[in-house]
């Protein structure tokens, strides 16, 4: 198992993660590790495909460690960028592109082993075609978002998400390993979990439209003044 799912990854692709890891130095005294986040990013990204395969052929354990390391990737790319000044643009891209492909991938997988509701996976699709969509239309009209920052409710719904993926999956790997059916207390802690996902979900989606509607207005405006 361990040589097909290190097969899986070597056909990914390696020179999307080449051009990353070798992003523009314009001196030759800048060789850091400035690219290191960018990298976790676009990993992050690649290991949702082993994520869904792992799910489908019913192997949640290995799902679970997948999973888990991307999810780590994910504080580690924030908490480096951060700390050692390696912020880029293409990063500030990356990093939210990575977690909504990851999180999509796996919410959709789950739906389709009905070990999450659909509705509850085509409300996350939902939110981020929303936003994705909203962003190329802002875009398009009023030229870049400056100063384009995750919110608060976004991190907040990007944690929920990932806390309760991680419970849906984990579940399924006891279940699986030991042939059982826990429907206490874990059934209610994930239904607890379900709609923490369900309100983040939808406070967030709502709290990027707000916000980005009265930034479209004010640049609307400014565009008008001119």
Not at 128 to 139: H, K, P, V
Request: glycine letters at 4%.
């Amino acid at each position: 198992m361990s040589h097909q799912l290190l097969k899986l990854l070597m056909c990914c692709d390696i020179v999307t993660i080449l051009k990353i890891i070798f992003e523009k130095r314009t001196h030759p005294s800048d060789m850091t590790l400035r690219w290191l986040p960018n990298f976790l990013c676009v990993l992050r990204m690649l290991l949702s495909v082993p994520t869904a395969w792992l799910m489908l052929r019913g192997e949640f354990m290995l799902t679970l460690l997948v999973f888990v390391f991307a999810a780590v990737t994910d504080a580690a790319d924030g908490f480096l960028a951060k700390k050692f000044n390696w912020q880029t643009e293409l990063g500030k891209a990356l990093d939210p592109l990575a977690d909504k492909l990851l999180l999509i991938t796996v919410f959709v997988t789950l739906a389709k082993l009905e070990l999450v509701p659909l509705w509850l996976a085509l409300l996350v699709v939902l939110r981020d075609l929303t936003i994705t969509t909203g962003a190329i239309c802002y875009r398009c009209l009023y030229g870049p978002i400056v100063g384009a920052e995750p919110t608060l409710l976004s991190k907040i719904n990007t944690l929920v998400q990932i806390i309760y993926v991680a419970g849906v999956v984990a579940v399924a790997a006891i279940n699986s390993i030991h042939s059982l059916h826990l429907d206490w207390p874990l059934d209610a802690v994930l239904k607890f979990g379900l709609w923490m996902v369900v309100v983040t979900t939808l406070s967030s989606g709502v709290d990027y439209v707000v916000t980005y509607s009265r930034r479209a207005i004010n640049a609307r405006r400014a565009q008008r003044a001119k």
